[in-house]
């Protein structure tokens, strides 16, 4: 098999034998795809943050999506319009945090990082940096609000998510 189609298990070991122990005990979920607490979260890949212990929620209780800086894109509008008519989602968390890498640097100047430190050229993508955390956020709240596709009534909040204290601070938008 060429190299390139092979899954690359050297680079995945730690990763499969945490899945064997848990495989091991697992006894299977009972659990439907339904968000049991009515919610969806648009957060960060930072991995300081864990959004089920930060909002005191289980597995089952909320639909979770993560991307780098928590924003609103078309496949998070996409994925915010399945949820909310398939999934039981009724309200919508935008959650960005505190002293994330995608607020403070123009869009340019994360292209030109990136190039000078690994020689890619990234300016065919839009990475969606903004100069403050909360004016992206009410952004991206204004942007969910004003999807006429969304079911009436759904309620939709912003909130940063500080990653050194664990607190949320809603903004009002």
Not at 53 to 81: P, Y
Not at 89 to 95: A, H, K, Q, S, T
Not at 107 to 120: T, Y
Not at 124 to 139: H, Y
Request: charged share 25%; net charge negative.
């Amino acid at each position: 098999m060429p190299d390139s189609k092979r899954f690359p298990i050297e680079a995945f070991t730690d990763v499969l034998a945490a899945n064997d122990v848990h495989a091991s005990t697992y006894e299977g979920s009972s659990l439907s795809g339904w968000a049991a607490r009515g919610l969806a979260v648009v957060t960060c890949i930072d991995s300081r943050i864990d959004p089920l212990a930060a909002l005191g929620m289980s597995a089952g209780d909320v639909k979770i999506l993560r991307n780098a800086g928590a924003r609103v894109t078309e496949d998070v509008q996409r994925t915010l319009l399945l949820a909310t008519y398939l999934l039981g989602v009724e309200r919508i968390l935008i959650m960005p945090h505190t002293d994330c890498r995608m607020v403070g640097a123009p869009e340019a100047e994360i292209h030109a990082s990136i190039r000078a430190q690994h020689g890619v050229d990234t300016r065919s993508v839009e990475f969606r940096t903004t100069s403050d955390v909360d004016d992206g956020l009410a952004q991206d709240v204004v942007r969910v609000r004003a999807n006429p596709l969304l079911p009436k009534g759904v309620k939709v909040g912003g909130a940063v998510y500080d990653v050194h204290t664990g607190r949320l601070r809603p903004i009002e938008v």
